[in-house]
């Protein structure tokens, strides 16, 4: 079965630490993607990257990096942690251009994220 | 740019109850439109999806959607809604360029009783 796996499920960190978020696919895909959800304002793209060691800007940047140095890993990095950043953070992976694996999204369970 | 306003941000049905969510989005190319659903606790997944061809689609567990391009609407339906369907419901849009880059809305969180 597909599993986008996410390293924590929970995480306290404190104004100004750099925080390390990580999530892992075995499904050999291509595709990797940050999303924040916050309620009422949904799911927001944050970076994505389509192939090892290429990443693109989201809708909201601003205050995150990526870093692909592996197929399967796919990491995002708040370099600074503020409270404005507090919230549940979703990676999501896609599969090759022309499978079925390529239509859809698959998620990993969220790692919500308190920035005190 | 692509956006996707979704109109009930809470819904609440009692069992059988007929469900309809509205989706709305804004783009000016051909696009793909998605709903995602959200159990409680449990990660985002594919409800039904629509690409091209028949506007009205179907997806698991008894729901579907239409397609009416000249609405920009892709609204979601079920006839019956059972307890279980209680979740978090996303509409979603994306412009193929070698994988689905998708735009969200805000999510519907339907509340059902039993």
């Known amino acids: 079965d597909v599993k986008v796996t996410q390293s924590s499920r929970y995480l306290v960190k404190r104004t100004g630490e750099k925080v390390f978020l990580e999530c892992v696919q075995d499904m050999d895909h291509e595709n990797m993607f940050w999303y924040r959800q916050d309620p009422g304002l949904g799911l927001r793209l944050i970076y994505f990257?389509?192939?090892?060691?290429?990443?693109e800007k989201g809708d909201i940047p601003e205050g995150y990096s990526v870093s692909r140095e592996k197929k399967e890993r796919f990491s995002l990095i708040l370099e600074s942690a503020s409270t404005n950043q507090t919230s549940m953070y979703l990676c999501?992976?896609?599969?090759?251009?022309?499978?079925?694996?390529?239509?859809?999204?698959?998620f990993g369970s969220g790692t919500q994220l308190s920035v005190l | 740019a692509q956006s996707v306003s979704q109109h009930n941000h809470h819904v609440i049905l009692s069992e059988a109850a007929s469900l309809e969510l509205g989706c709305n989005y804004s783009y000016g190319g051909t696009v793909n439109l998605f709903w995602y659903v959200q159990y409680p606790g449990q990660h985002l997944q594919l409800l039904l999806k629509?690409?091209?061809?028949?506007?009205l689609v179907k997806g698991i567990k008894g729901f579907e959607a239409e397609f009416i391009k000249s609405k920009f609407s892709f609204n979601l339906r079920k006839p019956s809604v059972q307890w279980s369907d209680t979740a978090e419901y996303f509409c979603a849009v994306g412009a193929y360029t070698g994988f689905q880059k998708l735009v969200f809305g805000t999510g519907t969180r339907l509340l059902v009783s039993p």
């Open positions: 999501a992976s896609s599969g090759t251009a022309g499978s079925s694996a390529n239509e859809k999204l698959f």
């Open positions: 990257s389509y192939d090892v060691k290429m990443k």
């Open positions: 629509y690409f091209s061809g028949d506007p």
